[in-house]
């Protein structure tokens, strides 16, 4: 199975993929990784999807509503995040923006004059700070190796923090098996009660959901895409029949489902 996912070596992404396959390439963004998956270059991809201190990753909103893949698997990670340089003086703190946002307020306590530089990843950040001794980094301690000191460690803002990655396959590979489904609904209106109509199906028929998320269409200021995870695969009566709800609901909008898959907790 060759997997792709965010690089370089040392990613928390990398540590999510390792949990699919050995055979691991890297890309630089998320985007290019949906990309990958979507024109078959690689037959799974992994991408981080949601943090339980920094919300939503919207590169990968955006990019699986706009290409053809699907979901095949939900991977959760514990996130420990550490503080690395050459030195414990430095001028410039470096990692990617969710690292950054999920230790806001150890950097505001602890160096609140040093700059805050958001990077391609967190092991991009490390290079960065292997090469110039002005930068640190945040990142898993385990990437510190010989050029890096370890200064901090858990100095995440919260004791528990974890990530959602899914696992990406194209199109052929989505299963309508597993606990858990993805779908998004652009509903191409807006009038009142129409969240209430598209949610009103599930609620009907005892599903949960687990997650809402809304997003710009792009199209114009107020126009949204709706991202829905909720408890159970489409293979259940229950739940495929609330989704063609849904898609009576619509006139001119669509529902897309992204797959349905099981979730696995990966401890370290
Ligand atoms: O930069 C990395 O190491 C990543 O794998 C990206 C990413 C993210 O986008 O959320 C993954 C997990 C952590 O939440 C921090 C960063």
């Known amino acids: 199975m060759h997997t792709v996912t965010l690089g370089p070596e040392g990613t928390y992404s990398h540590r999510a993929a390792r949990t699919v396959s050995d055979s691991v390439a890297f890309r630089p963004s998320v985007t290019a990784i949906v990309e990958a998956v979507a024109d078959g270059s690689f037959d799974r991809g992994v991408v981080p999807i949601e943090n339980s201190i920094e919300g939503s990753v919207t590169e990968t909103l955006d990019a699986l509503a706009a290409r053809d893949v ?13 503080l690395l340089a050459q030195a414990e003086d430095f001028e410039t703190v470096t990692s990617h923006s969710q690292a950054l946002a999920q230790c806001r307020s150890f950097l505001a306590d602890q ?4 700059a805050r530089e958001s990077v391609a990843s967190t092991a991009a950040a490390v290079e960065l700070a292997r090469e110039d001794p002005s930068v640190a980094a945040i990142a898993h301690p ?7 000191r370890v200064l901090a460690t858990e100095i995440q803002d919260r004791p528990s923090n974890e990530t959602r990655f899914f ?5 052929s590979a989505r299963s309508p098996a597993g606990g858990k489904t993805t779908i998004v609904i652009y509903p191409a209106s807006n009038h009142p009660g129409l969240l209430y109509e598209l949610l009103g199906p599930f609620e009907e028929r005892g599903v949960n959901l687990t997650r809402i998320e809304s997003r710009p269409s792009g ?16 293979y259940e009566p229950r739940i495929e029949a609330a989704v063609e709800a849904v898609e ?3 006139d001119d909008g669509w529902v897309r ?6 979730v696995e907790h990966a401890v370290e």
């Open 111 to 114: 160096y609140p004059d040093v």
């Open 257 to 262: 489902w992204l797959g349905s898959y099981d």
């Open 219 to 234: 199209k114009q200021l107020g126009d949204y895409r709706f991202h829905l995870d909720l408890e159970g695969g489409l």
């Open 167 to 171: 696992v990406l396959g194209p199109e």
């Open 70 to 82: 699907s979901i095949v698997r939900e991977v959760v990670t514990p996130i420990t995040h550490a």
């Open 142 to 148: 385990s990437t510190a190796e010989q050029a890096l």
């Open 248 to 250: 009576a609901v619509l």
